[in-house]
């Protein structure tokens, strides 16, 4: 009889099981669990990813059409979709099955956020998924946190009516808060503080940073390890700032990319400096942290008009920004010197837009028009477009599609109100 070694035997199925670990790491990988996805940076890499879409477009999987009013950005765990929506009365947060679209479940939040001027209703922002928990802000002020796996809600705190906040003009709070390590940070906004740290679990208040009185803009934080020093960067209506992760501390601030309509952009950090930009005739521009002790100097490095970007938001990618400015027309920005490369005004209009591996993903707001572009300082080379196939009938003001595309799991989801519709990347 033949013997077989015991070790040599068992190989297969220790490779089997490294295998199935190794799928399981890869599969989050390529969740987009928040707002811009795992770094906030609006960058998505994966492999295997149709980016060719002139010659093959992507086939449209499925379409959910209960989505309701609002501009909130799918953000997506393992096969289910989390996002928000508002009708009926209600503002709601939903989950979906990624695989069929089917609803899992839906969570009615409270009274429907109504924006004054016919600019659209329901909540703005993401919501941000952490484990077995969810949380999201709604364009009211109202902070919640529910249950991942049924909706329910855990607890709730108001902007407004808990920490006396005040926002910057009147178009709803559309912040998408970030959770890190066992808080969860949030821009009420006013006299008692700009920004507030609240326990993931209880609600209950950690920090506030008394130091920094900005009124809310429409921004979402980021968080950096600054030189030794984690601190969360936001931008709020007279410019941007950074605060100690630990209590708050008002760290540096500065007047860039202030504005007095609207501020939205999410900053870009990289290298102890901070990118930021903000339309409605305000500017771009980089900024350099030095540290001195428990402060830092916030030091201009350049400020200029080349890429002051509205709500679409900016990428960088191999030392160059990508992103729309408020002069109507794409633009490829160098980071170090905020010198524009290329230009581009005709191709396609305003929009939204998503790294994704060596390309881009951009959105039209107006038209429904998604168009492949190379990621690349050489100039606007395109792979194809997609419209998506039908516009939603809820009537807004400028009738544009303002939440951003999402990429995850080898899907792209596109959403135009209550009409959110997902195509499959890897057919």
Aim: charge should be neutral; charged fraction near 20%; include cysteine.
């Amino acid at each position: 009889m033949k013997m077989v070694n015991k070790n040599t035997a068992a190989l297969p199925l220790v490779a089997w099981a490294v295998i199935m670990v190794m799928s399981a790491m890869e599969l989050s990988a390529q969740d987009w669990s928040q707002w811009r996805g795992p770094n906030r940076e609006g960058i998505f890499k994966g492999a295997n990813l149709n980016l060719d879409w002139s010659a093959k477009q992507p086939p449209l999987s499925w379409t959910f059409k209960q989505a309701g009013s609002g501009f909130s950005s799918p953000t997506v765990v393992g096969t289910t979709l989390y996002c928000q929506g508002a009708g009926g009365g209600n503002d709601f947060a939903f989950a979906l099955d990624t695989r069929t679209g089917n609803v899992k479940w839906k969570q009615n939040l409270g009274q429907e956020y109504i924006q004054h001027d016919d600019r659209g209703n329901g909540p703005r922002g993401s919501v941000t998924v952490d484990g077995d928990k969810l949380y999201l802000v709604r364009g009211g002020g109202q902070i919640h946190c529910l249950s991942a796996a049924d909706g329910k809600m855990l607890w709730q705190k108001d902007f407004k009516t808990d920490f006396d906040g005040r926002l910057q003009n009147n178009w709803g709070y559309s912040e998408s808060p970030i959770v890190d390590g066992n808080i969860v940070i949030c821009t009420p906004g006013g006299a008692n503080g700009t920004m507030i740290a609240l326990d993931k679990n209880t609600g209950n208040v950690v920090w506030r940073s008394k130091e920094w009185t900005d009124d809310a803009a429409y921004s979402s934080a980021i968080v950096a390890d600054v030189n030794g020093i984690r601190q969360f960067i936001q931008l709020g209506r007279s410019g941007v700032a950074g605060v100690a992760a630990s209590d708050g501390k008002l760290l540096w601030k500065s007047e860039i990319a202030a504005n007095r309509t609207a501020v939205i952009f999410t900053p870009i950090y990289v290298d102890n400096m901070v990118y930021v930009s903000s339309g409605y005739n305000a500017v771009c521009g980089l900024i350099k942290l030095t540290r001195t002790g428990d402060r830092f100097n916030a030091e201009t490095v350049y400020s200029n008009t080349n890429l002051v970007n509205q709500h679409g938001g900016v990428i960088l990618m191999n030392g160059y920004l990508y992103g729309y400015a408020e002069a109507r027309y794409w633009v490829c920005q160098d980071l170090k010197t905020g010198e524009p490369v290329w230009r581009e005004r005709d191709a396609l209009g305003k929009g939204s837009i998503l790294g994704v591996n060596d390309r881009m993903i951009l959105f039209d707001m107006q038209s429904g028009i998604a168009v492949v572009v190379a990621a690349s300082p050489d100039g606007w080379k395109e792979f194809g477009r997609i419209q998506i196939p039908e516009r939603t009938k809820i009537s807004t003001r400028e009738k544009q599609l303002w939440a951003h595309p999402v990429i995850a799991n080898g899907k792209l989801y596109l959403r135009d109100h209550d009409l959110l519709f997902c195509f499959d990347l890897q057919n």
